[in-house]
Each structure stands twice: as C-alpha cells, then as structure tokens.
C-alpha cells in the first residue's frame, strides 16, 4: 500500500497560483495512476485530474482544462499540481489519491484506494 501525503495549499486572491504536491511513500508509487480530486463544505467529491503511472497521459475536469497542470516525478515519488488563473470557485480541500489500474482513465472517487489527508485551497476574490 501506498501512503499520501498533501501540501502546498493556502490562501491566494483570484487570478494566482498555487503548486500542490503529492508526496508517497511506498515502492508501488510508479505503477500507481494518480488523480487529484476536490471538495467543498455540503458537496461531493469532484474530479480535477489525473495522470498515468508512466506519465504519459493525462486528463482533466472541463472546470480546470487550460489552467490547471498535473505532473509526476518518479524518482522524487511526488506529484505535482499546477494550478493558475485561480478563482474564487476552485476553493475546496484537495486530496489526491492513487491506485493501480489495468485502464486508464479513473475518474470516479471510488475508484482509488490510497488516499492522502487533504490540503486547503482558498481563492479570495
């Protein structure tokens, strides 16, 4: 089992940036697809992105398509989560997580089964 671990998030006023990580521990990591999902207070958890264990593909909510990056680094066991142009509307707790699939994409929450603790992102407008 692979265990997660969030940081980056904070405070920012609409229109930055915020870089979040998703640190593992754990050998399996790189044959692990990882996604990013979000959460606001009284609403589901929300797709954002996700990204191949071998990096090479990814896919992202129509919400945050054009502004948002994932990345991974395998050496480093982290996965990155670009986010620019923010708006008051990507405020949430993000969480990523991760599991090992056979296809690609997985974008349903219940598909994953590592899951980190979550980070706070507030956009102030």
Do not use: H
């Not at 265990?3 to 521990?25: D, H, I, K, Y």
């Not at 945050?64 to 707790?93: C, H, W």
């Amino acid at each position: 089992q692979v265990q997660l671990v969030e940081s980056g998030g904070g405070l920012v006023q609409a229109g930055g940036s915020l870089r979040l990580s998703c640190t593992a521990s754990g050998r399996a990591f790189s044959s692990y697809d990882i996604g990013w999902f979000r959460q606001s207070p009284g609403k589901e958890r929300d797709f954002v992105a996700a990204i191949r264990w071998s990096g090479l593909y990814t896919t992202y909510a129509a919400s945050v398509k054009g502004r948002f990056t994932i990345s991974r680094d395998n050496a480093e066991s982290t996965v990155y989560l670009q986010m620019n142009s923010l708006k008051p509307e990507d405020t949430a707790v993000y969480y990523c997580a991760g599991g090992n699939f056979p296809a690609w994409p997985r974008i349903r929450p219940n598909d994953y089964y590592s899951w980190g603790q979550g980070t706070q992102v507030t956009v102030s407008s």
